[in-house]
């Protein structure tokens, strides 16, 4: 009778220690759906262009932007953000005799969480909005482009503590804006490619 209880107490005992195991091995799967998160971010901008068009006439000088991500779920992150660059006219005949170009960008923004550990993440993310190429000399602004761009980015991120987090990353933007150009050099004014380098801060819960 001891033997079978004793053989009854070792095969529970076994049994609870298998079971904390597989519980530690494999934990629970995050099942949250939709929820509201803080997430505020900031950071510095450097502004650059590729292939042939009104922007490759002008070099990036700075930049910065900011974002406000509100909602999550299932490692998604939505959120809206507005960004600043200013370009240096390097070839006046090629950009309209301008001396900078200033572009402000309005946008909306998803982002995909990939854990890498428990602090390190990398983000892919999509952005689509409004953007404003506005033309200056000196102070004088003469002209202004309006339209609309779509691009991918990712970003590197590193959590500091609960609260916040430095990132960096870079981001593709497809830019057409309207534009009074005849039809031979349409394209050229009105189709942009921007490329952006940057760095900054992450802050708020649910990083």
């Known amino acids: 009778m001891k033997k079978k209880y004793l053989l009854t ?26 929820r509201m998160c803080i997430l505020s971010t900031i950071y510095y901008m450097q502004p650059g262009s590729t292939g042939s068009n ?44 301008a001396e900078h170009t200033n572009i402000n960008a ?6 995909y969480k990939i854990p890498i550990t428990e602090k390190f993440s990398i983000n892919p993310a999509v952005m689509a909005g409004q953007i404003e190429l506005r033309q200056f000399t000196g102070s004088k602004g003469y002209g202004t482009q309006e339209g609309w761009f779509i691009g991918p ?40 490619n921007q490329f952006n380098i940057y760095a900054g801060l992450r802050i708020g819960l649910n990083k």
């Not at 309005?106 to 982002?111: E, L, Q, V």
């Open 54 to 97: 009104f922007l490759s006439a002008h070099k990036g000088k700075f930049g910065g932007g900011t974002e406000i991500t509100f909602l999550t779920a299932y490692n998604f992150y939505l959120g809206v953000g507005y960004n600043f660059s200013q370009y240096e006219v390097e070839d006046a005949s090629m950009a309209a005799n």
């Open 9 to 34: 107490c070792v095969l529970v005992l076994i049994s609870l220690s298998l079971f904390s195991q597989d519980t530690i091995q494999k934990p629970k799967r995050n099942l949250n759906k939709f």
């Open 106 to 111: 309005f946008f909306g923004k998803i982002y």
């Open 153 to 192: 980015g990712i970003d590197a991120q590193y959590d500091l503590s609960k609260w916040v987090a430095i990132m960096a990353g870079a981001r593709y933007n497809f830019i057409t804006t309207t534009t009074q150009a005849n039809a031979q050099y349409h394209d050229y004014f009105a189709k942009q």
